[in-house]
């Protein structure tokens, strides 16, 4: 079955400091990869997406992920953290019609 | 930039009645999807629709729920005898292309408060 798994349920971290969140996706074919944010009380928002090819893929507001297939990761990075990244970030894979969900990481971001 | 809409942002209600949350997908896009999300949970599919049909609905699903796209624009969820665990937040995307593929937009949900 079709699964995704965000290890860290919270992480503080410092502003300007670097940040990598955790993603692993348990999927049978070549997963479809999906990063989205959600800042308090608001919906879903796209930060990037892997389909195929480059396995580095560029997102908006700096955001970055690496596809590593013999590791079935999709981890999320930013190189420098500013105070506005403060949110939960999910981590999804497109299974059938439906994208299945990761529970979501907390991220803080301390001043 | 076109968005996905969703009305009412914040919908109470009384356990056993009934509610329609509505959707108004980007224009152009012919997948549609409803997700929920209980508070402080992750975020799960329910269903999705594509021409006039379900495609895929999960095991949460049940007959209690249905979905419609009752004109052109608009695609709603409907909960016809709402009980306390429905009470979470309910999205609402739209793709362009299908399936696993297609990268899904997300309307800014509907908070629904079942009392």
């Known amino acids: 079955a079709q699964s995704v798994t965000q290890p860290d349920i919270h992480i503080t971290v410092s502003e300007g400091a670097s940040l990598e969140l955790r993603c692993n996706y348990s999927?049978?074919?070549?997963?479809?990869l999906f990063w989205y944010v959600q800042s308090p009380g608001q919906g879903l928002q796209l930060l990037l997406k892997?389909?195929?090819?480059?396995?580095l893929v560029q997102g908006i507001k700096g955001f970055e992920a690496e596809f590593k297939r013999s590791q079935s990761s999709f981890n999320l990075r930013k190189p420098s953290v500013h105070w506005s990244d403060a949110a939960e970030y999910f981590c999804?894979?497109?299974?059938?019609?439906?994208?299945?969900f990761g529970a979501g990481t907390r991220l803080t971001v301390k001043p | 930039e076109p968005e996905v809409t969703q009305t009412p942002s914040h919908q109470v209600t009384q356990m056993g009645q009934e509610v329609i949350l509505r959707c108004v997908p980007i224009?152009?896009?012919?997948?549609f999807y409803w997700y929920r999300q209980i508070l402080g949970q992750k975020v799960e599919f329910l269903v999705s629709?594509?021409?006039?049909?379900?495609?895929?609905k999960s095991e949460i699903f049940d007959d209690q729920f249905s979905v419609e796209r009752p004109d052109g624009s608009n695609f709603t969820l409907k909960i016809r005898s709402t009980k306390l665990e429905d009470s979470a937040m309910y999205f609402c995307?739209?793709?362009?292309?299908?399936?696993?593929?297609?990268?899904?937009?997300f309307g800014p949900g509907t908070r629904l408060l079942v009392l």
């Open positions: 999927y049978g074919a070549t997963p479809y």
């Open positions: 999804a894979v497109g299974a059938g019609m439906g994208m299945r």
């Open positions: 629709f594509y021409n006039n049909e379900i495609s895929e």
């Open positions: 892997y389909f195929s090819g480059d396995t």
């Open positions: 995307a739209s793709s362009e292309l299908q399936g696993r593929s297609g990268t899904q937009y």
């Open positions: 224009s152009n896009h012919l997948y």
